[in-house]
């Protein structure tokens, strides 16, 4: 009778087994659906009520050979879990190693060099730290009162988002623009690099902002640096990390080597039965 015969290495009184072992199985069924996994895709994952009624099926039976199976599988799965979580965090870091980092990196050392030659440039085009000759529509002017006032000005023909050329200054070109979402006009000032000023009303203060978006430029090369280096660090910390082995591994690898031990022993497999049980509905009414 095959009914008998998957039956044949369950030890007396282990029904209440089967029956958790049954339970179990559809606990893991209905994890899947519930989590919108599929068996192929989280075979190393596992509910946890699943694991609840494993051990309770371990318990229920007398023999400790499916006892100790129960606890390994519940372990290795553990482990598993583990590992895998491990590896997501490995594989992370090998895509920012890889990947990110030397982008960042690169795009750092690139800002670094643009900055450097701005900073040169400005200092070769600039007379008087104060203010120096602005020129504005081919017009050249020597006071900052006179040049701000022109400035706010030329606001007026500004018509769209493009901004308009106006002029150079301390050998930076000048662009006007509105800005539609702070509701502000400002100046753009270009060479390798643009940097821009807001504008407010006071045509004196409108020069100080330019001048102070100019001088801006060589304060912030050490703070690029200090980026530069930090991402370096990050960087050969993450190298370093990538090396680091699943610290569970050898209790992983004892943990199956047991199991598949065990599983020889109960001759799970050979009735292509990794659960205790497994009984066809046609066999049940040809039976009966």
């Known amino acids: 009778n095959p009914l008998v015969h998957q039956f044949n290495y369950v030890t007396e009184g282990t029904f209440d087994a089967y029956m958790y072992q049954m339970v179990e199985k559809k606990q893991r069924y209905i994890g899947q659906i519930m989590t919108s996994k599929t068996p ?8 946890e009520k699943a694991l609840d009624y494993a051990v309770i099926k371990g318990i229920a039976t007398g023999n400790p050979l499916i006892r100790e199976k129960t606890e390994l599988e519940t372990k290795s799965t553990k482990l598993k879990m583990l590992k895998q979580s491990y590896l997501s965090q490995k594989y992370e870091l090998e895509d920012m190693v890889n990947k990110r980092y030397p982008k960042e990196i ?12 701005d900073s040169n440039y400005l200092k070769t085009n600039t007379t008087n730290i104060d203010f120096c000759p602005m020129q504005l529509e081919n017009q050249i002017y020597n006071e900052k009162a006179k040049a701000g006032e022109k400035i706010l000005e030329l606001c007026k023909k500004v018509k769209d988002t493009k901004g308009i050329y106006i002029g150079t200054y301390r050998g930076f070109k ?17 060479n390798k690099q643009t940097y821009r000023a807001i504008l407010g009303t006071d045509k004196v203060g409108v020069i100080t902002r330019i001048n102070n978006a100019l001088d801006s430029i060589m304060k ?15 960087s050969k910390t993450a190298q370093e990390n990538m090396s680091i082995p699943f610290e569970k591994e050898e209790e992983l690898q004892a943990t199956l080597k047991r199991l598949k031990e065990i599983n020889a022993e109960l001759k799970i497999g050979e009735t292509n039965s990794s659960e205790v049980l497994e009984v066809d509905d046609d066999e049940m009414e040809m039976d009966d």
Do not use: G, H, W
Not at 106 to 117: D, F, G, H, S, W
């Open 220 to 234: 912030s090369i050490p703070i690029a640096q200090d980026k530069l280096q930090n991402l370096q660090k990050q």
């Open 40 to 47: 192929e895709r989280s075979m190393e994952d596992i509910d």
């Open 174 to 190: 000048m662009y006007l623009e509105f800005n539609t979402f702070a509701k502000v006009f400002q100046v753009a000032l270009q």
């Open 106 to 117: 690169a795009e750092c050392k690139n800002e670094i060099e643009v900055l450097t030659e």
